[in-house]
């Protein structure tokens, strides 16, 4: 089991940049992929994008491909987001989510169902 904690969230204008943090506890983080999801109100739970186990791999939302980044270090045990030229309509709560997969570079877990564990969230706000 893992546990996960997101930070970095908060008030930014848009055009700005913000930097997520997932931490992880526990010795298995590295047998994770790893997911950001975010959720507005009244929405569902969309993906952002995803990185693989041993970070190879990475796959994004066609809304935020370009503009955002998923990394990982696994010696930290932490996923981060890097998110720069944020929208208004970027304004949600991100959730990070791990997933317990026997693939290295397997990193095509595009749905909340996919995911074995989430963080509790943190909220991003984009002001026009």
């Known amino acids: 089991q893992v546990q996960l904690v997101e930070s970095g969230g908060g008030l930014v204008q848009a055009g700005g940049s913000l930097r997520l943090s997932c931490a992880a506890s526990g010795r298995t983080f590295s047998r994770y992929a790893m997911g950001w999801f975010r959720q507005a109100p009244g929405k569902e739970r969309d993906l952002v994008g995803t990185?693989?186990?041993?970070?190879?791999?990475?796959y994004y939302d066609d809304s935020v491909r370009g503009r955002f980044t998923v990394s990982r270090n696994n010696a930290e045990n932490v996923v981060y987001l890097q998110m720069n030229s944020l929208r208004p309509e970027d304004t949600a709560v991100y959730y990070c989510?791990?997933?317990?997969?026997?693939?290295?570079?397997?990193?095509?877990?595009?749905?909340?169902?996919?995911?074995?564990?989430w963080g509790q969230g943190t909220q991003v706000t984009v002001s026009s």
């Open positions: 990185i693989s186990r041993d970070g190879s791999n990475t």
């Open positions: 989510a791990a997933k317990s997969t026997a693939w290295l570079n397997g990193n095509l877990y595009l749905t909340p169902n996919d995911y074995d564990f």
